[in-house]
């Protein structure tokens, strides 16, 4: 699964602000990436983590989850597959 994020996010934008792509792989693992990948979308969603809540809006509801750390991060993401 790939997930292109763009919005508030100190965790992965030096500033703040921009894009993150982020690619999972089938054994679990993860990395972010700064190329360009066209994706089949499958669902959009939004994320609001505030202090150590973390709030998921998207297609299939709402999700509510509580992190170990602190942080502020206010997205808009796209998950989807590669479009080959």
């Known amino acids: 699964m790939i997930y292109i994020e763009y919005g508030l996010d100190f965790d992965n934008n030096k500033y703040g602000f921009g ?7 089938p054994d679990g ?13 499958k669902s959009y969603y939004v994320r609001i983590w505030i202090l150590k809540t973390v709030i998921v809006i998207s297609s299939t509801g709402i999700h509510l989850t509580h992190k170990k750390r602190y942080n ?12 080959e």
């Open 29 to 41: 693992s993860e990395y972010r990436t700064k190329e360009k990948i066209k994706l089949k979308h």
């Open 19 to 25: 894009k993150s792509t982020e690619i999972e792989n």
């Open 72 to 83: 502020l991060k206010l997205i808009f993401g796209i998950c989807g597959e590669r479009k």
